[in-house]
């Protein structure tokens, strides 16, 4: 059907809201991959639904620009009062910008609480089987793979 002048003012929005209004002419495949999940992000906030569901919205992104989405993510939450649920495999990401994790793995939940609770030598190595270090940070804990040397 058509769009209704409350469907246009939300998209209107949601682009201002995430600095995308000279780029909403262009197609998508155009934009690099930071703007391209801002764009995304701005459809599903056009919709106006209180709960947000995003699967890997830093997949393909270079750090500074997976931080910029995340933090542009954050920032809805808390301005739109929205319910954030993403799904994430940079743990270190997830533990510096989640209120709640959930450690999914072969299709169970095997923790579920604060990132500090959750992103844990321990419990990473038990369901993830590699070697890595978890430094707790003022900004949330950081995850970093080591490797085991035979001396």
Known sequence: GREGRHDLESVEAALARLDLEGLARRPLGTLSGGEAQRAVLAR?????????LLDEPTSGLDVGHAVEVLEV????????????????????????????????????????G????????????????SSLRVVQHEDGPAVIPTRECDA
Do not use: C, K, M, N
């Open 44 to 52: 599903a906030l056009a919709q106006e639904a209180p709960v947000l």
């Open 73 to 112: 993510v954050d920032d809805l939450r808390r301005d739109e009062e929205l319910t954030v649920v993403t799904a994430v495999h940079d743990l270190t990401l997830a533990g510096r910008f989640a209120s709640r994790l959930v450690l999914l793995s072969g299709g169970r939940i095997h923790a579920d």
């Open 114 to 129: 604060d990132p500090r609770e959750v992103l844990t030598e321990e419990l990473l190595r038990r369901h993830y089987g």
